[in-house]
């Protein structure tokens, strides 16, 4: 009786290196930078409304972001802008964004640009 030949099953994929990560994370922030504050003509991510972005090794992304006040009147909206911009970037994987308060937004999160633009000492 012959033997039953094995199939080779497909080779996990490869990791990111830091290197590609960080290029990738690049990617990302630069679509972020593409959706603005409709309040203040300023791009959220210059803004300080993104706390932090996580990419993984498969370009898997998390955003954790806050908004200027709970009260914002585009709370309901800001975050799905926020992922649609970042579902534009070319090989991405799966994204979730996060809202949180903790700590809330000041004007010290602005870049020093951002603030002079403003006239906010």
Not at 28 to 52: A, F, H, K
Not at 64 to 79: F, Q, R, Y
Not at 85 to 100: D, H, K, Q, Y
Request: aromatic share 4%; with cysteine; net charge negative.
């Amino acid at each position: 009786m012959p033997k039953p030949v094995e199939v080779p099953s497909e080779a996990p994929k490869q990791g990111l290196t830091s290197i590609q990560k960080s290029l990738f994370e690049a990617e990302v922030i630069e679509q972020i930078r593409m959706v603005y504050d409709p309040e203040i003509p300023v791009n959220v991510y210059d803004l300080g409304l993104i706390y932090d972005v996580q990419v993984d090794d498969h370009k898997n992304v998390n955003i954790m972001m806050t908004l200027t006040s709970p009260a914002c009147p585009v709370a309901g909206s800001l975050p799905g802008e926020v992922e649609s911009a970042v579902r534009g970037t070319p090989g991405i994987g799966n994204v979730s964004v996060e809202l949180t308060w903790d700590p809330p937004f000041t004007i010290e999160r602005m870049s020093d640009e951002v603030r002079l633009m403003l006239g906010i000492d």
